[in-house]
Nanobody, 120 residues
Framework: QVQLVESGGGVVQPGGSLRLSCAAS????????MGWYRQAPGKQRELVAS???????NYADSVKGRFTVSRNNAKNTVYLQMNSLKPEDTAVYLC??????????????WGQGTQVTVSF
């Protein structure tokens, strides 16, 4: 089994910054893409940013130039640096990983989510 544990959420004023972390653990052989999604109340879950094992990144248009996704493959960890935060960034942020287990079963895993609130 594989577990994803997120940390780093909180309350920040508009224009502020937060850094989210997500660490994967368990019977991992290899992690392919890792990413961050978010879901605000009454809205659909949306992709925020993703990063492949070789470092290629993809961002939602709404966060380009403000958010940066990175990963440490040795630690099975993905990060999301969020700058110039706006109230519309308020959501639960969820980590996702495409994992090949040690039994060579490929599956998609999700973290429990961390709340990010941008407000005065």
């Amino acid at each position: 089994q594989v577990q994803l544990v997120e940390s780093g959420g909180g309350v920040v004023q508009p224009g502020g910054s937060l850094r989210l972390s997500c660490a994967a653990s368990g019977r991992i052989f290899r992690i392919n893409a890792m990413g961050w999604y978010r879901q605000a109340p009454g809205k659909q879950r949306e992709l925020v940013a993703s990063i492949t094992s070789d470092g290629s990144t993809n961002y939602a248009d709404s966060v380009k130039g403000r958010f940066t996704v990175s990963r440490n493959n040795a630690k099975n960890t993905v990060y999301l640096q969020m700058n110039s935060l706006k109230p519309e960034d308020t959501a639960v942020y969820l980590c996702n990983a495409d994992v090949l287990s040690r039994t060579f079963i490929r599956d998609d895993y999700w973290g429990q989510g961390t709340q990010v609130t941008v407000s005065f």
